[in-house]
């Protein structure tokens, strides 16, 4: 039986996964979600009384958790991120964890340069680097991540998942710092997946990243979620992008 674990982005708790995970159940497969280290209180909790040390993560400090993880797993999962969380199973998978990895609207390798719309979302945060934590607003949430969700329903999910984030990560995946891959042909399977509708990571971003694995004969495949937002797991119409993922699972790891 096939494991999966599912490893979320910046500013989410990890339940933001609950209705994939409760699908691959349901679709045969073992599961884990694994929060980042500092988050696994509610999402009010930590609004309300951040932990300090949430600030001092790096990509670097996230892939030697998650690695400790699957290197003390009886098998190697696949693995499954969104956002930030995609570019860490592409950063894991480069170092040989997981059996193969599905990266959702992941945020740009090294090398990757967004086009204009997708830095003005990240600005605000680029240009505070003396802060160690950044919340999102309300606004910015519905209109850069989770504008594919109806305006009453923005909120309420706002209040279930976001969190403060560590400045610091946003600044290395700006600076090219620890976000490298090698991708080539003896490495696993990996499927990106873009959303149209994203303004956060702009599907043409994940298309690059295609482009850029398959040139060096890396094992990557794409699938393209029309008119969907940053927010594709959770959204609207998140069920056909989900048996997408898992469908592609079955065909490459069982």
């Given at each position: 039986m096939t494991h999966l674990l599912f490893v979320h982005g910046l500013r989410v708790t990890s339940n933001c996964w609950d209705p994939f995970r409760e699908r691959a159940e349901q679709r045969g497969f073992t599961t884990t979600v694994l929060p980042w280290p500092y988050l696994d209180k509610p999402a009010a909790d930590l609004r309300r009384d951040p932990p300090a040390a949430l600030g001092g993560l790096g990509l670097e400090e996230l892939v030697a958790y998650f690695g400790d993880h699957i290197r003390a797993?009886?098998?190697?999962?696949?693995?499954?991120?969104?956002?930030?969380?995609?570019?860490?199973?592409?950063?894991?998978?480069?170092?040989?964890?997981?059996?193969?990895?599905?990266?959702?609207?992941?945020?740009?390798?090294?090398?990757l340069l967004p086009p204009p719309g997708g830095l003005l979302v990240h600005a605000p945060v680029l240009f505070r680097p003396w802060r160690k934590l950044d919340l999102f607003s309300r606004r910015s949430w519905a209109r850069d991540f989770a504008n594919g969700l109806p305006p009453e329903e923005s909120d309420?999910?706002?209040?279930?998942?976001?969190?403060?984030?560590?400045?610091?990560?946003?600044?290395?995946?700006?600076m090219g710092l620890h976000n490298g891959v090698r991708?080539?042909?003896?490495?696993?399977?990996?499927?990106?997946?873009?959303?149209?509708?994203?303004?956060?990571?702009?599907?043409?971003?994940?298309?690059?990243?295609?482009?850029?694995?398959?040139?060096?004969?890396?094992?990557?495949?794409?699938?393209?979620?029309?008119?969907?937002?940053?927010?594709?797991?959770?959204?609207?119409?998140?069920?056909v992008i989900a048996d997408g993922v898992f469908d592609w699972v079955k065909r490459v790891a069982e």
């Open positions: 797993a009886p098998e190697p999962p696949v693995l499954i991120g969104h956002s930030v969380g995609g570019l860490l199973v592409q950063l894991l998978i480069d170092r040989g964890l997981g059996r193969a990895a599905a990266a959702l609207d992941p945020a740009p390798i090294r090398g309420a999910v706002y209040d279930a998942h976001v969190v403060p984030a560590p400045t610091r990560v946003f600044r290395q995946a700006a991708p080539g042909p003896g490495k696993p399977p990996l499927l990106l997946v873009a959303g149209t509708g994203d303004r956060t990571v702009p599907a043409s971003i994940v298309r690059a990243a295609h482009r850029k694995y398959q040139r060096a004969g890396a094992p990557v495949e794409f699938l393209e979620a029309p008119g969907h937002s940053h927010w594709l797991i959770a959204e609207p119409g998140w069920e």
